[in-house]
């Protein structure tokens, strides 16, 4: 993703200044009574005015995140975008499935003590409930699993083997938007084996000319079968959406 950023930089259209004026009016949307659809997309217009080229159009989704004061119910909707979603893995089980990473990551999560949210309605800290959604989908859909966490001052990795669907990756349950839901075809894996202080990465790429799978190792490039994709060293996941007409804004 670095090399896609600098990539964006260099072929950046956008506009600093005009996506400043319009960043300011959503500012006083997003604590207003209006359709989410209506601040969502205007978060979204300010987004393509400060960063335009082909790199946003294929990596780019968009998050939204919902606050509701447990004491009055204010509601507070904020939105951000996204070109890597990090899934969370459920921790304590041997095996999963993306479904379960993807509704871990939207599950809903209590502000409460050191954490509470200050209510603009209240005018001071309360609980409140907390809930990060996907809500555009990008046309290529890259997914980070979370295998790293920190203990103290140690990282963890875990090995939990995460299912995930080589075909029709369908989003339907978990975005929160107005599109029409696409579903995605994986066309790449990216595997970690070893700890972060030592490891090494090996590709998985589909050729879709040939309908093949090729294992990328260094500078050794062989053929694999499809029974060869899944396996727990999977990290990155590449998804790609033929029907990119059905997602987003456009």
């Given amino acids: 993703m670095v090399l896609v950023d600098c990539l964006h930089e260099e072929l950046n259209k ?3 200044n005009k996506a ?3 960043e300011k009016e959503i500012q006083s949307l997003e604590d207003s009574c209006l359709p989410i659809v209506t601040v969502g997309r205007k978060t979204w217009d300010a987004e393509k005015l400060r960063n335009d080229s082909v790199f946003i159009d294929l990596f780019q989704g968009q998050y939204v995140s919902t606050l509701t004061c447990c004491y009055c119910s204010k509601v507070s909707v904020k939105f951000d ?18 479904k379960d990473c993807l509704q871990l990551f939207s599950k809903e999560e209590l502000m409460t003590g050191s954490s509470k949210w200050k209510c603009p309605r209240c005018k001071e800290p309360r609980d409140a409930r907390k809930k990060l959604e996907i809500y555009k989908l990008p046309r290529i859909l ?12 140690w990282r963890k990795k875990l090995e939990t083997n995460v299912d995930f669907p080589l075909t029709g990756l369908d989003m339907t349950d978990h975005v929160r938007g107005p599109d029409k839901r696409p579903t995605y075809d994986l066309y790449a894996v ?7 202080e030592g490891g090494h990465y090996i590709g998985f790429c589909k050729n879709r000319y040939y309908n093949k799978w090729f294992k990328f190792d260094d500078h050794e490039v ?3 079968t499809t029974s060869k994709i899944k396996s727990s060293a999977a990290y990155i996941l590449f998804y790609m959406c033929y029907n ?3 997602s ?3």
Avoid at 190 to 196: A, D, E, R
């Fill in 14 to 16: 956008g506009n600093t």
């Fill in 20 to 22: 400043k004026d319009l």
């Fill in 81 to 98: 975008t996204f070109s890597c979603l990090t899934l969370p893995i459920p921790s304590g089980v041997m095996s999963c499935n993306l």
């Fill in 142 to 153: 890259t997914i980070h699993l979370k295998r790293f966490s920190y203990e103290g001052v």
């Fill in 190 to 196: 990216t595997n970690h084996y070893g700890m972060l």
């Fill in 222 to 224: 062989q053929e694999i």
């Fill in 244 to 246: 990119p007409g059905n």
């Fill in 248 to 250: 987003g804004y456009d």
